[in-house]
């Protein structure tokens, strides 16, 4: 296929933004890192039972673990930039 040269710059400019974009990508950090035998289990239940319901039954069981911690002092930047944003 043949590309006229108004379409061969509209083509240069969005591959010009593509790589933007990717050069412009943070690092995905996982909140938490799973051992190889907890990662490998948490997918056969998956697997078996489904995504939501093992993510549900996932989310409980932290929730329930992480309210035995006192955090309500504690602020994450996430929640100081939306109260600046509400004001």
């Not at 602020?75 to 600046?84: F, K, P, Q």
């Amino acid at each position: 296929m043949k590309a006229s040269d108004l379409e061969r710059k509209k083509f240069d400019k969005a591959l010009d933004v593509i790589i933007e974009l990717f050069n412009n990508l943070e690092n995905d950090e996982p909140i938490i890192n799973f051992k190889d035998d907890v990662w490998i289990t948490i997918q056969k239940a998956k697997k078996k039972y489904g995504d939501e319901m093992v993510d549900e039954k996932l989310n409980t069981i932290v929730m329930e673990t992480l309210s035995w911690l006192e955090l309500e002092d504690v602020v994450l930047e996430e929640e100081e930039e939306a109260t600046e944003e509400e004001e």
